[in-house]
């Protein structure tokens, strides 16, 4: 079911996306991804349409990526208005667990099936370059599952207004860097350095 509503979403909104939003998408052209592995596209947060974005790749990309799934707070999970939103991937995460395999043991299970999970390790909406810290579990999936990792900068949809979007008064740009394998053994208590060193690279893209 997430496949179709995805693919549905990208007949549906990718040329109107990219038009009101004057996006633009960069690092594309030799962009290529393992098919034998699952993949984790890691990003930074600026805005709640950020998971929505990934409509504005190219359809080539975007067949690859699909069905593509993010962990979500119990916050929103159980807002009656959110419902839609997980035929479109969204799945509950816990907010609290006694160890980081309870916490992101159903993620990674859906990784060993060889789905997407798109993921910010920031976890929030993030208005200013080092204002959260970064959480280690990226590292942790991808160590654990042998999944890819995408990096991807989003810029542009800070404060995005309807209004803005109507009147096309923004320039949203994609920026994806090379996927890359994490394969090097480190002790798991230096993940939350790495996820910071990630994501400040990825705000460098």
């Known amino acids: ?22 996006a633009k998408v960069e690092g594309v052209e030799n962009l290529k991804l393992d098919s034998k592995r699952p993949l984790i596209l890691v990003s930074n947060h600026q805005a709640k349409i950020d998971p929505f974005l990934i409509l504005l790749l190219p359809y080539r990309l975007v067949r690859q990526i699909i069905p593509f ?18 035929l479109y991937g969204a799945y509950l995460m816990k907010q609290r667990a006694w160890t980081i395999e309870e916490l992101l043991g159903p993620t990674l299970e859906k990784l060993h099936q060889g789905k997407s999970i798109m993921i910010f390790p920031e976890g929030q909406l993030v208005k200013e370059r080092g204002e959260v810290k970064a959480k280690p579990g990226v590292f942790y999936l991808a160590k654990e599952s042998g999944a890819q990792i995408l990096p991807i900068h989003i810029e542009g949809v800070e404060g995005l207004t309807f209004r803005d979007f109507i009147f096309r008064r923004r320039t949203v740009a994609i920026r994806l860097a090379k996927p890359f394998i994490f394969n090097t053994e480190v002790a798991k208590s230096h993940y939350k350095e790495l996820a910071h060193n990630l994501i400040e690279s990825i705000y460098d893209l």
Not at 15 to 22: A, C, G, N, S, V
Not at 69 to 86: A, D, R
């Open 69 to 86: 799934y993010q962990p979500t707070g119990e916050y929103y999970y159980k807002k009656w208005w959110f419902k839609p939103f997980i």
């Open 1 to 22: 079911m997430v496949f179709f509503v995805q693919l549905l979403s990208f007949i549906i909104f990718h040329f109107p996306f990219k038009f009101f939003l004057r």
